[in-house]
């Protein structure tokens, strides 16, 4: 059974730092994808950033490009979300989610397969003050 933890939300002030955890149990990587989301209040869940175990990509969504960088370790199956330049509009509650994904997909079709399909954590608050 897929099982994920996040962990690493705070706050912090615009132009600051955070990096995320999501600690990954039940299943192996090798055809899953994990993905980060984020929900803020009366907003829909959007997908921010994603990396495929299948073909080794990563992918963001253009809000975060240049500020936010995902990474795993494979070995402690944790997936991070290093994220710099943190704006007031970045605040929300983080989620991972794992799904099984074929490989090659588009950054918008690995974010809804996993956002539709995906195994779900319960979420990490950020905030960013201005």
């Known amino acids: 059974e897929v099982h994920l933890v996040e962990s690493g939300g705070g706050l912090v002030q615009a132009g600051g730092s955070l990096r995320l955890s999501c600690a990954a149990s039940?299943?192996?990587?090798?055809?899953?994808?994990i993905g980060w989301f984020r929900q803020a209040p009366g907003k829909e869940r959007e997908g921010v950033s994603a990396?495929?175990?299948?073909?080794?990509?990563?992918h963001y969504t253009d809000s975060v490009k240049g500020r936010f960088t995902i990474f795993s370790d494979n070995v402690k199956k944790t997936v991070y979300l290093q994220m710099n330049n943190l704006k007031p509009e970045d605040t929300a509650v983080y989620y991972c989610?794992?799904?099984?994904?074929?490989?090659?997909?588009?950054?918008?079709?690995?974010?809804?397969?996993?956002?539709?399909?995906?195994?779900w954590g319960r979420g990490t608050p950020v905030t960013v003050s201005s």
């Open positions: 989610a794992a799904a099984r994904v074929l490989a090659d997909l588009s950054t918008y079709h690995l974010l809804n397969t996993i956002k539709v399909l995906g195994s």
């Open positions: 039940g299943f192996t990587f090798d055809d899953y994808a």
């Open positions: 990396i495929s175990f299948t073909d080794g990509n990563t």
